[in-house]
């Protein structure tokens, strides 16, 4: 069973597993360095109020994505 969806899907104090980043260029390598890779666990911790950008929690640390750059990440929610 895949219940994989983009990033951008999850909601508020969601946690899931990244399964892959599709982006590449720069914006793929900009996204990797952040630590966001396959196998990396993360929470969404918040949205702005227009839902653009979200807030993540990965390795002890918080980020914000773009929604652009959220789907370009497949990830699979974790219970």
Do not use: C, W, Y
Not at 8 to 18: E, F, M, N, S
Not at 24 to 40: F, N, S, T, V
Request: net charge positive.
């Amino acid at each position: 069973m895949n219940n994989s969806i983009s990033l951008r899907h999850l909601q508020v104090g969601q946690r899931a597993r990244i399964q892959s980043v599709t982006a590449d260029g720069e914006l793929g390598r900009r996204i990797r360095d952040m630590g966001l890779i396959p196998g990396a666990e993360l929470q969404v911790m918040g949205r702005a109020p227009l839902k653009d950008p979200v807030a993540l929690r990965l390795n002890g640390f918080t980020l914000t994505l773009r929604n652009n750059e959220a789907d370009t990440i497949t990830v699979t929610p974790q219970e």
